[in-house]
């Protein structure tokens, strides 16, 4: 059984265009994340939901804007998109702040 | 907010010796610090992790040491394998947000035979 879900696994896009990133998690756990991983390998927290709730927002681009329909799934929306984007975006869960986080297998997401 | 440095940025090293990977963090409430491998084009996995009221603890060939008055913590690999080879990260919670966790800009362990 898959703990931690994500697609599309792989997103080739145009610059300008709008997408989303879908995540899943079976573990019954109430945090949800979504890390930013650069072609440098720095891994960043862009945002954190406790149970449909935000409660980390780094700083980022309002074009991010994460949904959260229930506390086991965490979607990623990405308006007008830029070269810079382009990176492996993670989703990961844990049961509360201080715990082990499990990770889903990514997102390469390249912008054209 | 937490800042956490993790050194060396490469390590290279022959099969069946010991690596050594090191980190500072610079939030003195953190609590919890894990560490992850991964491997190419994966995911990151958690191999140990440590609590603030723990100074060493071990897991087969790995183990973590924490020195929470000189704010570091380790991690190391003995008998390394060319499976070890991998980019490994720390981790410490940044109290002041929301318990996050900041990552370490990682380690890449090389293990030659």
């Known amino acids: 059984d898959t703990a931690v879900s994500q697609t599309p696994k792989y997103l080739v896009t145009q610059m300008g265009n709008d997408k989303s990133i879908k995540c899943e998690q079976n573990l019954g756990h109430d945090t949800m994340y979504w890390y930013k991983q650069d072609s440098k390998k720095f891994l960043k927290i862009m945002f954190s939901y406790n149970n449909k709730e935000l409660i980390i927002n780094e700083t980022v681009p309002n074009r991010f804007s994460p949904k959260s329909p229930d506390k086991a799934h965490l979607n990623l929306h990405i308006n007008s998109l830029e070269l810079g984007d382009s990176a492996v975006y993670f989703c990961?869960?844990?049961?509360?702040?201080?715990?082990?986080?499990?990770f889903g297998p990514g997102t390469r997401l390249t912008v054209l | 907010g937490e800042n956490v440095e993790q050194h060396p940025s490469t390590l290279s090293v022959q099969e069946g010796d010991s690596a050594v990977i090191k980190c500072t963090y610079s939030d003195s409430a953190s609590n919890y610090f894990p560490w992850y491998k991964q491997e190419l084009g994966k995911r990151p996995q958690l191999i140990i992790d440590i609590r603030s009221n723990v100074g060493e603890k071990k897991d087969q060939r790995i183990a973590v040491t924490l020195n929470k008055t000189a704010k570091h913590f380790s991690l190391h690999i003995t008998e390394t394998q060319p499976e070890d080879s991998a980019v490994y990260f720390c981790?410490?919670?940044?109290?002041?947000?929301?318990?996050?966790?900041?990552f370490g800009t990682g380690t890449q362990l090389k293990v030659e035979l």
């Open positions: 981790a410490a919670t940044d109290t002041g947000g929301g318990n996050k966790l900041t």
């Open positions: 990961a869960s844990s049961q509360a702040a201080s715990d082990t986080q499990y």
